[in-house]
């Protein structure tokens, strides 16, 4: 079984929606919100759809525009059994710079609902690698579960997080072929580490980019994995679901 712990397939990406999921329905997806309109839709396909899971948040792209009733709204769902983590939060400075304390105010929000609902956090986080780990420091609760969607940082960092037992999501980026930071990371971490994700429909792996990308190109992910620490294609499956099913509080017969 493959697990997508992170992707976006809302109607407005997929004309063929429907089938996309099919294509997985002996697998697992976890489907991210960005936006607070993202989350009727979410709520929607996990209700519809026995396979489908959901992480609902505030990117901090809405940082200077969300409202309080979408934090109302956004607690109001995490209740629901088959949401399983608050995402996708977290830090940009890559194009918003100069509200860093906006950013920082809404992911710490956020960060004290995953505490207060046991929901994983799922950390967005671009330019932003220290202010993002000394709040997850300061904040995160010591039971509450945290992964670092896209992780897009180095290995000294990535040391770091695993210290926290946060574990990283490795997605399309690892089979670019000019990729190296996250090469090397995943050579050097145990398999324990790592779970799988798309980001779809963005960062279609090799040998389809240029394409819309689909929860089903996790395979290429995860054979991109064995190549590099050359072991079985079975092996990093059975690995990456496992803390998968671990980090999001799957059940394990799903």
């Known amino acids: 079984m493959m697990i997508d712990t992170h992707c976006h397939i809302l109607k407005e990406d997929y004309e063929n929606q429907e089938e996309v999921i099919k294509k997985m329905?002996?697998?697992?997806?976890?489907v991210s919100s960005a936006s607070p309109k993202d989350i009727e839709e979410i709520i929607e396909l996990i209700e519809t759809y026995d396979n489908v899971y959901g992480t609902i948040g505030i990117h901090p792209e809405f940082a200077d525009t969300y409202t309080k009733e979408d934090l109302i709204k956004l607690e109001k769902y995490l209740t629901h059994p088959k949401i399983v983590g608050i995402g996708?939060?977290?830090?940009?400075?890559?194009?918003?710079n100069e509200n860093k304390e906006n950013q920082k105010d809404l992911f710490i929000k956020q960060v004290n609902l995953a505490n207060k609902y046991h929901k994983t956090i799922v950390i967005h986080s671009r330019d932003a690698k220290e202010d993002t780990y000394?709040?997850?420091?300061?904040y995160k609760e010591?039971?509450?579960?945290?992964?670092?969607?896209c992780y897009g940082y180095d290995l000294e960092m990535a040391k770091k997080l695993e210290n926290k037992k946060i574990t990283l999501g490795i997605g399309g980026i690892l089979t670019f072929k000019k990729e190296k930071t996250l090469k090397e990371i995943v050579k050097e971490l145990d398999l324990k580490n790592f779970?799988?994700?798309?980001?779809?429909?963005?960062?279609?792996?090799e040998p389809f980019r240029g394409h819309i990308n689909e929860?089903?190109?996790?395979?290429?992910v995860a054979e991109k994995i064995a190549e590099i620490k050359n072991i079985s294609y079975e092996e990093v499956l059975k690995a990456t679901t496992e803390n998968?099913?671990?980090?999001?509080n799957l059940k394990k017969d799903a």
């Open 134 to 138: 000394n709040i997850i420091d300061t």
């Open 88 to 96: 996708e939060i977290g830090l940009d400075y890559h194009y918003e």
């Open 195 to 205: 779970v799988l994700e798309t980001d779809s429909p963005y960062l279609t792996p």
């Open 25 to 30: 329905k002996d697998n697992i997806i976890i």
């Open 215 to 220: 929860p089903y190109n996790i395979k290429y």
């Open 244 to 248: 998968a099913i671990r980090q999001f």
């Open 142 to 149: 010591k039971t509450t579960k945290c992964n670092m969607h």
